[in-house]
């Protein structure tokens, strides 16, 4: 069974920084693009950002945007979240997922879900 793999959370302060990992199989690879998601206890699952296998056109919810930094290499299969300036808000446990879509934010046009890295932020 193949299927996307985050790795690279944690426990931080605020303030501090992460860089998230993923690994993806390559059943993903007829996907345009991959994206991150993340989802705190008791609260939906909410976009984070995505990016083209290329490594172009990468989007970012409001809330990231200029914090949070992806990436994609297709020659190693990973995409990455670089994450700076960490708050409390980011806790939660971080997915990755692929997708078709162009310059989608909804988790329902995503897919391949991988299993999640924990992300916690103190203040």
């Known amino acids: 069974q193949a299927q996307l793999v985050e790795s690279g959370g944690g426990v931080v302060q605020a303030g501090d920084s992460l860089r998230l990992s993923c690994s993806a199989p390559?059943?993903?690879?007829?996907?345009?693009?991959m994206g991150w998601f993340r989802q705190a206890p008791g609260k939906e699952r909410e976009f984070v950002a995505a990016?083209?296998?290329?490594?172009?056109?990468?989007y970012y919810a409001d809330a990231v945007k200029g914090r949070f930094t992806i990436s994609a290499d297709s020659a190693k299969n990973t995409v990455e979240l670089q994450m700076t300036s960490l708050k409390s808000d980011d806790t939660g446990i971080y997915y990755c997922?692929?997708?078709?879509?162009?310059?989608?934010?909804?988790?329902?046009?995503?897919?391949?879900w991988g299993q999640g890295t924990q992300v916690t932020v103190s203040s």
């Open positions: 997922a692929a997708t078709r879509a162009v310059y989608s934010r909804h988790r329902w046009d995503f897919s391949s």
């Open positions: 990016i083209a296998w290329s490594g172009n056109y990468p």
């Open positions: 390559a059943r993903t690879f007829s996907a345009y693009n």
